[in-house]
């Protein structure tokens, strides 16, 4: 009854926020007697502090967004129970430290059991190899991040790591978790977007002038929009003159005209149909309310984006359409493949690496399977560029998140202050034998289609996974 939900308190239980709060409740959970049972005591208690540390981190990671985990996972008291009852019987067990079962029980099973991003699961285990190895025991004051502040403190009683964890950082900065502290500006911006977002969603919707006012606003939106839309491209006329012999890019070029001809015609009919609705020649349905809504917002109606993933707003996500229009059209007019491919113009960009391997798989005469990829990033700039590779393509257009480029050295390098994007110069993609391929000193660096990159219910957002030269640090 309703009169009962009035009258009841919802209450909700949040582990507390920073490093020094986590890592002082988990001190907490241990009691004396579980703090003394294990009989190597030495390993034990430098351990345990090991393990609280990568438990804290594992949990306050995720304030970072997507810069943090790709998928949030819920990481609970259980997973650093059944964590610390295997650290003790293990170290009871083996005169020798078995690192190997300890970070494959606690990363790979227990704390691992959550993860499902393959991800994930590379930053998983780095962390767990950090912070449980043999440097712990034998270094005095091992420290466990960039910033002198966190270290495994002398041996002593429970109490005595109690009141050393008071004394760390109230406020944790983004070098303890490895982070640069533009990832801190990333997540605060985020979440001040979906704060305002929030707020636009418990707007009062009042009539009157004000929705009349609403509905003229929404008519002159959809008519710019409707003016931008570029015409379909000519699919027949493309398939006539690519002929019969078709390559596997000339594949993929009609599909992707195919797709984002059903895009554009898409949106027309359903702009056309909303204005009709509100000038009332119409009824209109919950699709069109929906439309509506998006576009008052400023937000793409998700219909549109079943064709390919965008976090973008309405006006920018539609000057972006107008771009990869043009660079299909402009291919399909030519039938000649582009010189600089932009990757995230595709719908489907993982389709179009296939082709490029298939292509290259055709001209080795060895199987597709047998196939990866050699990233070489160019040193001149975009307009430089005037001949098309001897192998492989030359991809335009990605971006780095939360690391630099140098192009002088043409290597990862830490990015300015300020700088939560770095565009990445052009880059040759070109297919080799897995066993030739360079992996020495080289970042396996993921790319992904858009920011979200856990991607959504219908596909995921990566797409391939580049090696990139490290810098000269660690």
């Known amino acids: 009854p309703i009169s009962i939900l009035q009258s009841s308190i919802r209450m909700t239980t949040e582990p507390p926020k920073g490093l020094r709060a986590n890592m002082k409740r988990l001190y907490n959970l241990v009691s004396e007697t579980q703090f003394a049972i294990c009989q190597n005591q030495t390993k034990y208690k430098r351990l345990l502090f090991s393990l609280c540390f990568f438990h804290s981190i594992l949990l306050e990671r995720k304030k970072f967004q997507q810069l943090g985990w790709n998928v949030v996972y819920s990481f609970n008291d259980s997973d650093f129970d059944v964590s610390e009852n295997l650290l003790a019987i293990y170290l009871d067990e083996y005169p020798d430290t078995p690192w190997d079962a300890l970070k494959y029980l606690i990363a790979g099973v227990n704390y691992g059991g959550h993860v499902t991003d393959d991800w994930d699961r590379r930053l998983l285990t780095t962390y767990i190899n950090q912070y449980f190895n043999e440097g712990v025991l034998t270094s005095q004051f091992y420290r466990l991040s960039s910033l002198p502040k966190y270290y495994i403190p002398r041996d002593g009683s429970l109490q005595s790591y109690k009141d050393y964890i008071i004394t760390l950082p109230a406020v944790d900065q983004p070098q303890a978790f490895g982070q640069h502290p533009n990832a801190d500006i990333t997540s605060l911006i985020t979440e001040s977007r979906l704060l305002c977002e929030t707020l636009m969603s418990l707007q009062v919707h009042s009539g009157g002038a004000q929705e009349t006012n609403k509905e003229d606003d929404v008519m002159m939106i959809s008519t710019e929009v409707l003016q931008k839309i570029p015409d379909p491209i000519d699919y027949e006329t493309t398939d006539k003159l690519i002929g019969a012999k078709k390559t596997p890019l000339d594949v993929v070029l009609l599909q992707e005209i195919s797709r984002y001809n059903i895009l554009l015609i898409s949106m027309k009919d359903s702009l056309q149909e909303l204005q009709k609705g509100i000038q009332g020649l119409v009824v209109m349905s919950s699709e069109l309310e929906e439309i509506f809504t998006c576009i008052y917002e400023g937000r793409v109606p998700s219909p549109w984006l079943k064709a390919y993933s965008s976090v973008k707003p309405l006006g920018s996500w539609t000057h972006d359409l107008m771009l990869r229009v043009e660079h299909f059209a402009t291919w399909a007019g030519t039938t000649h493949a582009p010189l600089l491919f932009w990757l995230a113009a595709y719908t489907f960009p993982t389709g179009f690496l296939t082709a490029v391997l298939q292509t290259s798989a055709r001209q080795l005469g060895i199987s597709v399977d047998l196939l990866g990829w050699d990233f070489t990033p160019q040193a001149l700039p975009e307009r430089d560029i005037q001949l098309p590779p001897a192998e492989g393509v030359y991809v335009r257009g990605m971006?780095?998140?939360?690391?630099?480029?140098?192009?002088?050295?043409?290597?990862?390098?830490?990015?300015?202050?300020?700088?939560?994007?770095?565009?990445?110069?052009?880059?040759?993609?070109?297919?080799?034998?897995?066993?030739?391929?360079?992996?020495?000193?080289?970042?396996?660096?993921?790319?992904?289609?858009?920011?979200?990159?856990?991607?959504?219910?219908?596909?995921?957002?990566?797409?391939?996974?580049?090696?990139?030269?490290?810098?000269?640090?660690?």
């Open 399 to 474: 971006h780095l998140e939360g690391a630099g480029w140098d192009q002088k050295k043409l290597c990862l390098c830490e990015p300015s202050p300020l700088q939560l994007v770095c565009p990445m110069p052009v880059i040759l993609f070109k297919p080799c034998e897995v066993t030739k391929k360079r992996s020495k000193g080289m970042y396996t660096c993921p790319v992904y289609y858009y920011p979200v990159r856990a991607g959504g219910q219908s596909r995921e957002s990566f797409v391939v996974a580049v090696d990139l030269k490290g810098g000269s640090e660690e």
